[in-house]
């Protein structure tokens, strides 16, 4: 059988949480609760990130960014071996490789096959190293894929990110929870949604606007969209032309290419950039006047209120922030358009839409919750 960690190419985001009686299983994920000013450095994370994404073409598959775990929010409990271990693990559609070990150590069990194998993978703020094992994987009773490989991240970005992390096969690329269980006939579809239904859509979800995987590159290694123009308010262009850029779980931020956030910010009175921080300032006056960012995808408009572009007064302790200052939570990406990556449609967008990764269809679709 193949090894441990890769793509799932039909991934979701959303909530929900009960089982499916055959093509599909939901399994909650669990909002954290960590200690004071964990988000401090959030932003300068989420642009270094940002810029490992954009150089992966470039700079070939031996660096593969993925989440920083000092900034998770949201985890899933997976077990691993017989009896398994459970582990917290975070799902990441900007990376491919699963691993365990960041926290509680790996156990060996009746199920654990060395494959002679060392993974090596680099991310824009650390990196991992260890040994790959094929295990059995329990992703809730009666839910368990055997031969998958495995603590810190579920990657389920494409499977090409894994390309050059073995050694020494570094030709020789690595499957996903999701691979296994389709090809062990645990789903019927490679699909998952975000609270997490796996191999299916939440029947519950509104009518689903669907896009194209974009052809763009750098954008089209991962789960690339093209945005075909975006406005603030009625007034003001933000993104003129359609553009390439990517939905990604482990970018926290919504992040436009630096012209495009100038004009955003702009168009604000009295917005700033804060230099300590990376992130926009509101002065009182305006915050009750912001209006709407919209995003046309795939011909709907996706549309963030005020209160989907700010972070709430009563976080800026957590985010290590003045505690009287309103913060935005759209910011630069760090490099103009024009680039083949021109913005990130981060974890905080998720929260208001529910997110469909379609490996099947090579397609992302997005929906109102």
Known sequence: MQSFSVLLRAV???????????SFLRIPLTKLVPPSSYLAGLPDADRARAAF??????????????SNLAYVQYTTSVGVGSPPTYYNLVVDTGSSNTFVGTGKTYVQTSTSIFTGEDVNVTYGTGYFSGLEYLDQVTLAPGFVITNQGVDGIVGVGPVILTEGTLSPSTDELIPTVMNNALSQGLITEEILDGALTYGGID???GEITYTPVTATYPAGYYWGVNVTDATYGSATTVIPTSTAGIVDTGTTLILLADNFFESYLRAIPGAKLDE??????????????????NFTIGGTVFSLDAAAQLI?????TAWGLSADTQYGL?????????EGLDFIIG??????????????????????T
Do not use: W
């Open 12 to 22: 979701l985001l959303a909530t929900v949480t009960s089982v499916s009686a055959s």
């Open 53 to 66: 994404l954009k150089n992966y073409a470039s700079g070939g598959p031996t660096t593969v960014p993925a």
């Open 203 to 205: 029947s519950t979800t």
């Open 276 to 293: 300590s921080t990376g992130l926009m300032t509101v002065p009182e006056s305006s915050v009750s006047k912001i209006e709407p960012l």
């Open 312 to 316: 709430p007064i009563d976080q800026n």
């Open 330 to 338: 759209v910011s630069y990406l760090g490099t103009n358009s024009g």
């Open 347 to 368: 974890q905080k967008f998720m929260e208001k839409y529910y997110a469909v990764f379609d490996t099947d269809s090579n397609r992302v679709g997005f929906a109102y």
